[in-house]
């Protein structure tokens, strides 16, 4: 059974930074494109970033890039999202999802985590 | 790019069938057969229902289904159950490695 569990939310100040994990099991992590979605208080969702298999390839919406960068560990089996001069608009729900056959659609779930930016 | 267009709400009852339009351009919805469906319960996580327009993942009930005409793609839940209620949300490949969501329908069973 996939199991996808973010850690590393929390409340952070305008400009700081903050690292968000995402630990897998259940699948072979290695064959499967990984993905952060975003969800705003209230809102839609956001696709956020991706990052191929191997984690050669590495893709973000614009309204990160520059700021935010996707990276994986595959000898753990963990997904990041390190996450550098936040905005308040960066508030939000921070899902990882795994690709599915290919990297076009999202088949399993993380619960989770929340990322508040305030001062 | 713009987030794809979804109708804000819709409502029918059990036993009923209802579509979910999402709507975007030729640039997303309309170039590629990549849009995928999502179910999300208040506070849960999404969970997918439809992927390549009009595929369901294995297990999932064929009470859902999916097209696309255009730029236009469409989720159709028949036999409505109270368990259906819940947003749904669309998503379209957008090119250049992007991806662009809908900005959701919340479904009620009356």
């Known amino acids: 059974q996939v199991h996808l569990v973010e850690s590393g939310g929390g409340v952070v100040q305008p400009g700081k930074s903050l690292r968000l994990s995402c630990a897998t099991s259940?699948?072979?992590?290695?064959?499967?494109?990984m993905h952060w979605v975003r969800q705003a208080p209230g809102k839609g969702l956001e696709w956020v970033a991706l990052?191929?298999?191997?984690?050669?390839?590495?893709y973000h919406a614009d309204s990160v890039k520059g700021r935010f960068t996707i990276s994986r560990d595959n000898s753990k089996n963990t997904l990041y999202l390190q996450m550098n001069n936040l905005r308040a608009e960066d508030t939000a729900v921070y899902y990882c999802?795994?690709?599915?056959?290919?990297?076009?659609?999202?088949?399993?779930w993380g619960q989770g985590t929340l990322v508040t930016v305030s001062s | 790019q713009s987030a794809l267009t979804q109708p804000a709400s819709v409502s029918g009852s059990p036993g009923q069938s209802i579509t979910i339009s999402c709507t975007g351009t030729?640039?997303?919805?309309?170039?590629?057969?990549?849009v995928s469906w999502y179910q999300q319960y208040p506070g849960k996580a999404p969970k997918l229902m439809i992927y390549?327009?009009?595929k369901r993942p294995s297990g999932l009930s064929n009470r859902f289904s999916g097209s696309r005409s255009g730029n236009t793609a469409s989720l159709t839940i028949s036999g409505l159950q109270a368990e259906d209620e819940a947003d749904y949300y669309c998503?379209?490949?957008?090119?250049?490695?992007?991806?662009?969501f809908g900005g959701g329908t919340k479904l009620t069973v009356l």
């Open positions: 999802a795994k690709g599915g056959s290919t990297w076009y659609y999202f088949d399993s």
């Open positions: 259940g699948f072979t992590f290695t064959s499967h494109a």
């Open positions: 990052t191929s298999s191997d984690g050669s390839g590495k």
């Open positions: 030729s640039s997303d919805v309309g170039s590629y057969n990549l």
């Open positions: 390549e327009v009009s």
């Open positions: 998503c379209s490949y957008a090119g250049s490695t992007t991806w662009v």
